[in-house]
């Protein structure tokens, strides 16, 4: 099966689940601004309806999709490049989850990892919805045939299968009609560790606030939690190899190197040879130079309701225009009258 016939198109998706940090600007957000300037037509997507497969409280659930859009501006997608949406304002991804759920097997929801863990020992008192949700993955990246999907490593086997979905339906269907999509894996570089320990992803549920940067800290609370990250007694190596076995070295310098745009062994030919006492201040006034413009233009969205909902109301219109015409195809494919 060709899967050249489809134009290259990236799509790729954030639960609204609040409290943005710099792993999510250095491991998504950043990264999807660049990759916009690269001329592919893009859609980046606040997957609300993923998000109540776990319970929400309803105004937090607005907010924090709203700040999650305030979040994809500030880092530099812009909605006049990239296409900016709220998934269940684009009501095809659902009506083509659906269709997605009467081709996957259960045999092959079960087998998510995601879903064991999250559904943990009590699966009985899971929703239906955390059971179904690759299905729903796969219908927001094939409602747009995109063929480009960014993600991090833990997204992995659902786009295997999402692969295996379309894959399925083409051949019961006996049509080429859904691509196969590619994964595009985000590097150990742009995976940020917790401040406190380097073994742990930076997180929103690590209880201590001074274990990540939040999108919203302003500039002093930057630079004190960097001024107060852990770190080891020794100088900083010239070589990566030298960051072996020590955490929280490499994670300061991963994040020096994916705020100024350079690889770690650039950055080590720089600053190798200097103590943390040297290094963390200019980390500090790295991030802050870096981090400082995001936060405030997040802060002057955050507060502009108005012009976030319209930006989504847009963005939502933009979208329909590709996934209404795919979505009718989809359905005349399966035998829908009035398709
Ligand atoms: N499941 C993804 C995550 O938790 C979010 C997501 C939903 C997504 N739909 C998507 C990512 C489609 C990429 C493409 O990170």
Partial sequence: MSENQFTPRVFSGIQPSGDLHLGNYLGALKRFADAQEQGVQSIYCMVDLHAITVWQDPADLKKSTRELCAGFIAAGIDPEKSILINQSQ???????AWVFNCVARMGWMGRMTQWKDKAGKNAEAASLGLFAYPALMAADILIYHATHVPVGEDQKQHLELTRDIAAKFNHDYDVDFFPLVEPVIEGAATRVMSLRDGSKKMSKSDPSPASRINLTDDADTIAKK????????????????????????????NIYAALSDQTVDQVLAEVGGQQFGTFKPA????????????????????????????????GAEQAREITAPILKRTYEIIGMVGA
Wanted: hydrophobic letters at 45%; aromatic letters at 0%.
């Fill in 226 to 253: 960097i001024r107060k990250a852990k770190t080891d007694p020794d100088a900083l190596p010239s070589e990566a190899d030298g960051l072996k076995d020590r955490p929280e070295a490499r994670n300061l310098v």
């Fill in 90 to 96: 684009v009501p095809e991804h659902a009506q083509l």
């Fill in 283 to 314: 980390l500090a006034d790295l991030a802050v130079a870096k981090m400082g413009p995001i936060t405030a233009e997040m802060s002057r969205l955050m507060a502009d309701e108005v012009e976030i909902d319209r930006i989504l109301a847009r």
